[in-house]
């Protein structure tokens, strides 16, 4: 258990819908970020969140947005959803000041049919 | 942005065997971690190893940094050791990741 809990651990929804994926990072951890792993992609960097502020954006698409809220949980939202969309979404946390060693959560299984 | 290549691209394995899975990457890191992804999609830290050589049970991983690669030994491989082997980098503001290894162990 790497102390990153992530929720919905599966989602399947609609093209065109929306929704939004939870994530709690390990006590202490003041960065989220969060990782999209499609089969053709890879594991990608969508954005990354430093104690409520945005930090770095990676190759997110214009529909999703992220926050990081003042307990440090972090929310991904996903609108207008297509079906390439479908992936792996994860989040992990890493110390302060610390290596930059990354912890992750176990996932969010997208389908979007 | 830096590059990382991971090879080989697919393994399949004998239990029991040993195996080597290599990490090259194309500028100099202070950072390298190697990550198994498991048949049900967890991703869990195998090693956290910027330079020198670190041991986990049936699990080593050497990375010589002045060299750009790294390099992760499976010994007596189980079946629970199937799955996806990633390494990662430093990249743009968080850890960019190779394309991985697939791991097969048969019984």
């Known amino acids: 258990d790497s102390g990153v809990t992530q929720t919905p651990k599966h989602l399947i929804t609609a093209t065109g819908q929306r929704v939004t994926l939870r994530c709690s990072p390990r006590?202490?951890?003041?960065?989220v970020y969060w990782y999209q792993q499609s089969l053709d992609q890879g594991l990608q960097f969508l954005i990354q969140y430093y104690n409520g502020e945005e930090r770095a954006k990676g190759n997110i698409l214009e529909r999703f947005s992220a926050q990081q809220f003042p307990d440090l949980h972090s929310e991904l939202n996903l609108s207008s959803l297509e079906l390439g969309d479908s992936a792996l979404y994860f989040c992990?946390?890493?110390?302060?000041?610390?290596?930059?060693?990354?912890?992750f959560g176990e996932g969010s299984r997208l389908t979007v049919l | 942005g830096i590059q990382v290549e991971q090879s080989p691209p697919d393994l399949i394995l004998q239990e029991g065997a040993n195996s080597t899975l290599r990490c090259n990457f194309s500028d100099s890191v202070n950072n390298l971690q190697w990550f198994h992804q498991n048949p049900w999609g967890q991703l869990i830290n195998l090693f956290y190893?910027?330079?020198g050589t670190k041991q986990n049970g049936r699990l080593s991983a050497t990375t010589v940094a002045t060299e750009r690669y790294s390099l992760l030994y499976i010994s007596s491989s189980q079946t629970t050791d199937s799955g996806v082997y990633f390494c990662?980098?430093?990249?743009?503001?968080?850890?960019?990741f190779g394309k991985g290894t697939m791991l097969l162990v048969s019984p």
């Open positions: 990662a980098v430093p990249g743009y503001s968080t850890l960019t």
């Open positions: 992990a946390s890493s110390a302060p000041a610390g290596t930059g060693e990354l912890f």
């Open positions: 006590s202490g951890d003041l960065s």
């Open positions: 190893i910027p330079s």
